[in-house]
């Protein structure tokens, strides 16, 4: 066996000696992806879109947009051209490493052509194997390899946000994760195998990855962890000696801070790029030399007079880029100047330290400084409304019953509980006169369970007006007919539709759509922008999507702690450094 030392130092010695050959090749792969892949599946998603007859899709009709068999057979094809993307970009590098460890002369020629004599299996019912690989591998190639595409691939958070809200929940959340974490850690060799290796199949590859993992699990974890380590050690230590001129020119001399800090920014986006190539080169090194056990160091020597001519071009595209770059930042950072204007919007509440959806959670919302206060509320069997997320009594309250077969004084009688406190049931109207109390505006969003009475809507805006609210406060609606309506009744009240997911334009007659993370993007914000429309995004509970999505200016950031998103919009603020400026981007970028 490998002892570790000597894996880390061979693969640092092959890196080096073929530094110009990896250069080629992560150039051509993200050539590939920028300028084919994305603008290829951007294209058949138009045309599924346009084929199908829909405008966008969200989750009332995704199941018959899934249905049609033309997104079918486009949803085949995408899946087909991923994998075979992640084939050619993981399979030259394994070959290349293959190769080098041996010391054998290669040619990209060469190594394309044996990757595609295996193309074959990707039209084979053997495919099925490697999708399950890759998706037991994503969460790990997500962090490892950070600029593949693999990193907006995830869970969408209102998916785990309900398995995560009961301990059962949670439970059987880590046990499924570990038991995947172990499958495909046990897995990881696949790939490797199956493209060094001419004539095995992606089922066989699989087989020797899980037989062989059995003795050299915990050997391949403390090179992945040694790996990883010394990563992030070299991009801190790089970021801390970067940004050290940038530290003493906003101190010594403001007025040439903008410039710096825009070639500051510049340099380290050049040097993260090139450190996860770097770590996406290593991770190929280390896995074909525990896979095969062959650290015989390959060199091929070249003349000072080729090395300095293959040098020139490419000092000349990294100093055309590099430009490129700071002129960009310095424009960014400008703009950055000003502090957004994102609203922040304290989700059913403030739920640390409160019960969802009561009193105590609203007060605790407004001294927390949110600029709005999401509550839910369901009309009950004598037709009030009571603030309540729920169908059943099930989780909050521990007992049976459904919401819309009990009356609001039934319900204001029993204590719920979470995370360890104990509340009373609210209506709409309590909620209103203490949020009116506490000088802070509502986001009203009505549940609808199929047995409210006609003439709900007009209810509603009954207990608005009584309160002189109407053009304060914010209405949304999972039922986007139901809004339109309420729009109709009253046109000063700002309306909105929520929505899970979203795919394709937005074409809605409301002042507003609150739409999960996972779906919005650079297009719809900018869609949004020129409507106008107002875009809330949902439910935002980590620094690093609040930090994104507060810098791009969005109409509001649905989040439960919004003393952090408060936090977050107070640093973009005209006072801050431009040096903090540039570490946040950094931090949420990569």
Known sequence: ??????????????????????????????????????????????????????????????????????????????????????????????????????????????????????????????????????????????????????????????????????????????????????????????LPIFTIQPKISILRSFKQSWRFSKKGLLELLALLVMLLTGHLFVMLSITVISTLPLYFMERLLPSAALITAGVTLAFLEMVFVVLFSLLQAMFSQVMVAITYNTPILGKINRSAKQRKRRYKPLLLISLVVFVVLSMMNINSLEKSVYAPDTKIIAHRGYVAG???????????????????????????????????????????????????????????????????????IASLEDCIEIAKALDVALLIELKVHGKETEDVLPKLVEK???????????????????????????????????????????EESVDFIALEESWVTEQLIEELKQNPMDLFVWTLNDDRSLQTFIEKNVSGVITDHPDVARDLRTKQSEHQYFLQRILNRLKFIF
């Open 354 to 424: 409160n019960v969802e959806n009561t009193i105590s959670g609203l007060v605790s919302a407004a001294n927390a400084g949110a600029d709005l206060i999401e509550i839910d509320i369901q009309q009950t069997v004598d037709g009030e409304f009571v603030v309540f997320h729920d169908r059943t009594l099930r989780r909050l309250a521990g007992k049976n019953g459904v919401i819309a077969n009990m009356t609001l004084r039934e319900l204001k009688t029993l204590t719920i509980h979470q995370n360890g406190y104990r509340d009373k």
């Open 464 to 506: 608005l007006r009584k309160y002189k609210v109407l053009d304060s406060y914010y209405v949304q609606s999972v039922d986007g007919q139901k809004m339109t309506q309420l729009k109709k009744i009253v046109p000063n009240l700002r309306v909105g539709i929520v929505y899970a997911l979203n795919i394709g334009p937005m």
């Open 1 to 190: 066996m490998h002892k570790a030392g000597q894996v880390m130092r061979q693969a640092v010695n092959n890196i080096y000696i073929y530094r110009l050959d990896y250069v080629q090749v992560f150039a051509l792969i993200r050539v590939f992806q920028f300028l084919l892949m994305i603008p290829v599946s951007t294209m058949l998603l138009k045309l599924m879109l346009r084929v199908t007859g829909y405008t966008h899709i969200t989750e009332q009709n995704w199941q018959s947009f899934m249905a049609h068999p033309f997104v079918i057979m486009m949803i085949c094809l995408l899946i087909l051209l991923f994998l075979l993307f992640v084939y050619y970009e993981m399979g030259f590098l394994f070959l290349m490493a293959f190769h080098q460890q041996r010391g054998m002369r290669y040619r990209f020629f060469s190594l394309w052509q044996q990757l595609n004599r295996k193309v074959v299996y990707f039209f084979s019912v053997q495919v099925l194997f490697l999708i399950v690989y890759l998706a037991l591998l994503m969460p790990l190639a997500s962090f490892m390899l950070p600029l593949t595409l693999t990193q907006s691939i995830s869970l969408p958070h209102f998916l785990t946000e309900e398995i995560m809200s009961s301990r059962t929940g949670r439970l059987a959340y880590a046990a499924v994760a570990s038991i995947l974490v172990m499958i495909g850690i046990r897995s990881i060799l696949t």
